[in-house]
């Protein structure tokens, strides 16, 4: 399932007892942290969110292969929980040296 929200689009990997709100998920979210990572987990206990992100770096602490052994050993036995996978969007400008001097040429055309 595909979830879209002000901080990107997401893919729903895992929902385990329903546990996906995304008011409580764009509450708890900083962009400023959080878009780094592919994946991110969101555990509930006591009705509270914690979000844990995950990269693709094999040699990171945060490898998402590490999931799993982070909901068995760091979240409330029994939680609710969720896996979110970030899609990339395509329509997004990449920030590169050949992007800026297409829209620079873009601009020129125009005036």
Known sequence: MIIE????NFELLKNERDAFDIVKFEARY??????????????IADDILRL?????D?????YFHYI???ITESCA???KYYVLKR???NNQPQNN???KNNNKKRVEDNE
């Open 68 to 70: 799993p052994e982070y």
């Open 58 to 62: 094999s040699k990171s602490a945060n």
């Open 5 to 8: 929200t002000k901080f990107g």
């Open 52 to 56: 844990k992100g995950f990269s693709l």
């Open 97 to 99: 040296k050949n992007n």
């Open 87 to 89: 899609i990339k969007n």
């Open 30 to 43: 900083l962009p400023e942290y959080f878009d780094k990572y592919t994946y991110l987990v969101g555990d």
């Open 77 to 79: 036995y029994n939680c």
